[in-house]
């Protein structure tokens, strides 16, 4: 199944089965659709590998993995200020269905610079944590979940999700026109 906002929805939840309550199911929706649409957008996520193969120039295609590990997200929430009874609970939730949403469903495609046929093996080196906090003050905008704790819970969030999609790797394939010599080069990629 692709990356979307219900499968990473769904991840969450299944993190954190002992959140319970109306706040905690009208969040997980909102942290999905807003993490999913950030990452749809080039440049907000961007994953650059090293490929090897034969020579030429072409497309790649990879599978990502995050590793689960909700630290950078509950570091990030106690620096923000979340510092409630459930908040390391809903920090470790998101934190860990983030990374099973996209270890299980995340993809990447981009181009190979130097390698037309081969393998590819990249890295999350950019994530931007401003634009994930946007995104996510407008999904809880969008689906009514208001109040004066919406920008601490978004900057927390968002600045955690983006350092943790930061360990993020994969490994892919290199296909379109080689010639006769093998090569190394490079990729960039976007999250697909």
């Known amino acids: 199944m692709p990356l979307s906002a219900p499968t ?5 939840l299944a993190a954190g089965p002992d959140l319970r309550g ?3 199911f009208r969040l997980a929706p909102v ?3 807003a993490v ?3 990452s749809q957008i ?4 961007v994953v650059n590998g090293v490929t090897v193969g034969v020579a030429g120039g072409g497309s790649v295609f990879g599978t990502l ?3 689960p590990n909700p630290l950078p997200v509950e570091a990030a929430a106690t620096a923000a200020g979340l510092l409630g009874f459930a908040a390391p609970m809903l920090a470790r939730a998101i934190g860990v269905g983030v990374a099973t949403a996209f270890s299980t469903s995340g993809t990447y495609i981009g181009v190979s610079a130097g390698v037309g046929t081969g393998t590819d093996v990249s890295h999350v080196v950019g994530a931007n944590g401003p634009a994930l906090i946007a995104a996510i003050t407008a999904a809880a905008g969008a689906s009514g979940v208001l109040g004066v704790n919406v920008p601490r819970i978004a900057s927390g969030l968002g600045t955690g ?15 379109g026109p080689s010639g006769p010599s093998p090569a190394a080069g490079t990729s960039i990629s976007r999250v697909f």
């Open 65 to 67: 993995v995050v590793p």
């Open 31 to 33: 942290i999905g659709a």
């Open 161 to 175: 999700i983006a350092a943790l999609l930061l360990t993020g790797s994969g490994v892919g394939v290199v296909t």
């Open 36 to 38: 999913y649409a950030w």
């Open 22 to 24: 109306p706040s905690w």
């Open 8 to 12: 990473i929805t769904a991840a969450i």
């Open 42 to 45: 080039p440049g907000n996520l």
